[in-house]
């Protein structure tokens, strides 16, 4: 158990509509971080926040948006859902940020699913 | 040509046997090397973190990274069923505001009984 948390564990949804994950980092963790997993692209980073700020960004789509809050759980908002979204989507966390941000722990993930 | 390229596999190796698993990347400004350890529909696990170049051992683990190369390795003594697994190479630019991940493909790795 890695300490970082992630609901629902599944979604299955239909194309157009909205979804929201939520992810609780490890205690102490102040840098939040979103990736999606597909089969054809592996797993890559969408997003950062970093003590309730957007510290960076990745391969995020304009559909997609981030937001963390002040007791510092966040939560990844997916709109407009296309067939294409259907992924694993994972939140990892880490003490800091930049050269002091140290490892990378992830969640269990959820597995959305978009018909 | 891919930012991190690692072979997919998959990669079958008898039970006890020393597996070597190795990424290669382009970019130079990456200073931090991972892997993880993910088994089927779950989260990945880190197993080592390094960030200068030369060995690190933990266990029956031992991550190698060779700056001038590229080229980082991950190396698993006395294989066990247990670690069959897809691992992934992980790697990182900090201080550039670019704390996200960077990951290989992964290499699904079978131990056979």
């Known amino acids: 158990d890695s300490g970082v948390t992630q609901t629902p564990k599944h979604l299955i949804t239909a194309t157009g509509q909205r979804v929201t994950l939520r992810c609780s980092p490890r205690s102490g963790d102040l840098s939040v971080y979103w990736y999606q997993q597909s089969l054809d692209q592996g797993l890559q980073f969408l997003i950062q926040?970093?003590?309730?700020?957007?510290?960076a960004k990745g391969n995020i789509l304009e559909r997609f948006s981030a937001q963390q809050f002040p007791d510092l759980h966040s939560e990844l908002n997916l709109s407009s859902l296309e067939l294409g979204d259907s992924a694993l989507y994972f939140c990892?966390?880490?003490?800091?940020?930049?050269?002091?941000?140290?490892?990378?722990?992830f969640g269990p993930g959820t597995r959305l699913t978009v018909l | 040509q891919k930012e991190v390229e690692q072979d997919p596999g998959p990669l079958s190796v008898p039970e006890g046997a020393i597996v070597s698993l190795n990424c290669t990347y382009s970019n130079s400004a990456f200073q931090y090397f991972m892997w993880y350890r993910q088994y089927s529909r779950k989260g990945p696990e880190l197993l080592m973190y390094?960030?200068?170049?030369g060995n690190k051992e933990d266990g029956r683990f031992t991550a190698q990274v060779d700056k001038s190369s590229k080229y980082i390795s991950l190396f698993i003594r006395d294989s066990q069923p247990s670690d069959s697994a897809t691992y992934l190479c992980a790697m990182s630019a900090p201080g550039g505001g670019a704390d996200g991940l960077t990951f290989g493909k992964g290499t699904h790795l079978i131990i056979q009984p």
């Open positions: 390094t960030y200068s170049s």
């Open positions: 926040y970093y003590n309730g700020e957007e510290r």
């Open positions: 990892a966390s880490s003490v800091g940020a930049g050269g002091s941000a140290g490892e990378q722990f």
